[in-house]
């Protein structure tokens, strides 16, 4: 009977060995470790570029490299040992033919899985949150229009931008919590928040040139003036969680 079982398991193993997918590879891929004196543009000195013809990061963390490859935000990513944060690497991968988005972002996590000996997994966890809701006045802000998005001004934060969007601007603009959008609002809207008022009010808090934490909380400010509020919360968010990670050897 025991020997049945195995038999059966076996063949079962087999199966699903022949029928599961293998993982999609890039053609070429290089990791180095960066130079940290290059001027990069992009988030706070580091940049991803990930186009048909393959990806290309430059001054990356694993924790950066991770947020791009499955596509989530910086807080929803915990574990892993403290150098995921600090070590930082120039990526150029390049698959055999031209690739789709999601295509490239299946090869990233194979390729950082390889390299890096990454290991994930996800968890769901109820976290402190900002709400962003509507204040007691109502909304005093108008649904997009072509007209009105037909001509963006540089000196106006959210032209035809939904509240999602938002939420994840304040997110990842220096909140130290989560941003979520309970609105209830569907669609774009053009806000118009004035960024050389916001700006001057945050480099008066500052005494001089404001950080990102003064800018923050001017924009909350004039947030109210258009309607809209930061409530303090708390709600389910879905992690990475990351179960082991090494540095990857030279190429």
Same mark, same amino acid.
């Given at each position: 009977m025991k020997l049945k079982i195995e038999r059966a398991a076996l063949a079962i193993a087999i199966v699903v060995g022949l029928t599961a997918a293998p993982a999609a590879q890039f053609d070429v891929a290089s990791i180095k470790p960066a130079n940290p004196s290059a001027p990069i543009p992009g988030r706070m000195g580091s940049h991803a570029n990930i186009s048909p013809g393959g990806v290309r990061c /430059?001054?990356? @963390? %694993? !924790?950066? %490299?991770?947020? $791009?490859?499955? @596509?989530i935000e910086n807080y929803q990513i915990t574990g892993g040992p403290g150098w995921i944060s600090s =070590? /930082?690497? $120039?990526?150029?991968? !390049? &698959?055999?033919? #031209? #690739? +789709? /988005?999601e295509q490239l972002l299946q090869m990233l996590q194979a390729l950082l899985a390889d390299r890096f000996k990454l290991a994930v997994h996800r968890e769901t966890k109820e976290l402190p949150v900002y709400a962003l809701v509507i204040g007691k006045g109502g909304a005093k802000f108008n649904r997009s +229009?072509? =007209? +009105? +998005? #037909? !001509? &963006?001004?540089?000196n106006r934060l959210g032209r035809n931008v939904s509240m999602a969007w938002f939420a994840k601007y304040l997110t990842r603009f220096g909140s130290d919590r989560p941003v979520i959008d309970k609105t209830g609002l569907a669609g774009n809207y053009d806000l118009n928040l004035d960024i050389e008022a916001i700006a001057s009010a945050a480099a008066g808090a500052a005494g001089g040139a404001p950080g990102i934490g003064n800018m923050f909380q001017a924009t909350v $400010? =004039?947030?109210q003036d258009i309607g809209l509020k930061l409530t303090p919360s708390k709600a389910p968010v879905e %992690? %990475?969680?990351? $179960?082991? #990670?090494e540095r990857p050897s030279a190429n």
């Open positions: /430059r001054n990356e @963390s %694993l !924790k950066e %490299l991770v947020e $791009d490859a499955w @596509s =070590a /930082r690497f $120039d990526i150029d991968a !390049k &698959p055999s033919g #031209a #690739a +789709t /988005r +229009t072509a =007209a +009105t +998005t #037909a !001509k &963006p001004s540089m $400010d =004039a947030m %992690l %990475l969680v990351i $179960d082991h #990670a």
